[in-house]
């Protein structure tokens, strides 16, 4: 029971002194990093597309979620080859699974934020209406958390210096959230590269916020695909992350 105690208190934590101490001490990084999403909506305001500022939000609580979670390879390589935290913290009885949770944890911290001030969006917009569906926004944000959190830590492995790091999590972010349909439906590309639009797990984590708001209408078979393809890759990347890191004794 008191080593639980103690796992317990150290991702608790890891995720105050990575997520809530920066923001506590710099609120500008916190209005920088909301900026970005929220400058999308802004633009199809001004464009008067008002109909499509509902996938403006969609697409704003996506690209908050990956791009605090790939913004953790940044943190992961800093505290690993420079500050030597990594080491130190492995050296303490907390085992490495509390370590990474921590620090995943403190990218879901550092999203909140932003992450609140889109589904106030939602409510104001009319998108979010009842506690079901925001029940079910949290838990696809959540598994799109730990989906792409794995992939930090996986290409983590595969990087030696932090010269690299802040463009990889930058294209990432931006590659990943704004190419796919995740400002925009779906139902506006051809039909024969719906599957392999939807590939990208911000895709689909989009994808399915439109189908269960009410968004957008669809075929079954694709609602199951989108499913099937965030949870198989949330479990594949956390394997390859597992299996990487036990051959590089990360």
Not at 29 to 47: E, K, R
Not at 66 to 86: E, M, T, V
Not at 163 to 187: A, D, E, Q
């Amino acid at each position: 029971m008191r080593s639980m105690g103690v796992r317990f208190r150290s991702i608790i934590t890891l995720a105050i002194f990575n997520g809530y101490i920066p923001m506590r001490n710099n609120i500008s990084w916190v209005v920088a990093f909301a900026l970005s999403p929220i400058s999308y909506i802004f633009l199809l305001v001004m464009i008067g597309r008002y109909e499509m500022i509902s996938y403006g939000f969609v697409g704003g609580l996506v690209m908050a979620m990956s791009a605090s979670s790939y913004g953790l390879i940044g943190d992961i390589i800093w505290y690993r080859i420079n500050l030597k935290l990594q080491d130190l913290f492995l050296a303490t009885p907390a085992p490495s699974w509390a370590y990474i949770l921590g620090l995943s944890l403190s990218a879901y911290v550092w999203a909140s934020p932003s992450l609140a001030g889109f589904i106030l969006i939602g409510y104001v917009i009319g998108v979010l209406r009842d506690i079901t569906i925001l029940g079910i926004i949290i838990a696809l944000t959540t598994v799109l958390w730990i989906n792409t959190a794995s992939t930090a830590f996986l290409l983590s492995t595969f990087i030696r210096s932090e010269k690299y790091v802040w463009p990889l999590s930058s294209i990432l972010g931006l590659v990943l959230s704004v190419f796919p349909p995740v400002y925009y439906p779906l139902t506006i590309l051809p039909k024969e590269i719906w599957f392999v639009a939807l590939t990208p797990p911000t895709a689909s984590t989009a994808f399915l916020i439109e189908v269960y708001t009410g968004m957008i209408s669809v075929d079954l078979i694709y609602v199951v695909y989108a499913v099937l393809n965030l949870m198989l890759q949330t479990i594949v990347f956390a394997l390859l992350f597992i299996r990487r890191s036990k051959i590089i004794e990360w």
